[in-house]
């Protein structure tokens, strides 16, 4: 196999990060939302959670972006 073709396979594969990381943020949304429904009181007490779990998986999302384009352009 090329060493061109690897890498390009090798950021696709990385580049799946970013379409996980995407179904997590509307899954974690959509948890939220399910929840602040069914109990309105407690949702602001869930807000500070929701908030971080939303930047844990968008950073692992930039993550695998970066993953991606270091594959790409500098190796």
């Known amino acids: 196999m090329d060493a061109d073709a690897a890498k390009l ?3 696709g ?3 799946v ?3 996980i990381a995407a179904i997590g943020v509307g899954t974690l ?3 939220f ?3 602040a ?3 309105p009181a407690a949702a602001d007490a869930q807000r500070p959670n929701l908030i971080f ?3 844990v998986t968008e950073a692992l999302g930039i993550f695998a972006f970066l993953v991606a384009l270091l594959l790409l ?3």
Do not use: E, M, P, Q
């Open 9 to 11: 396979i090798g950021a």
């Open 13 to 15: 594969i990385a580049a």
């Open 17 to 19: 990060g970013i379409g």
């Open 29 to 31: 949304f959509a948890y």
């Open 33 to 35: 939302l399910s929840g």
């Open 37 to 39: 429904l069914r109990n």
């Open 53 to 55: 779990g939303f930047a």
């Open 73 to 75: 352009f500098a190796v």
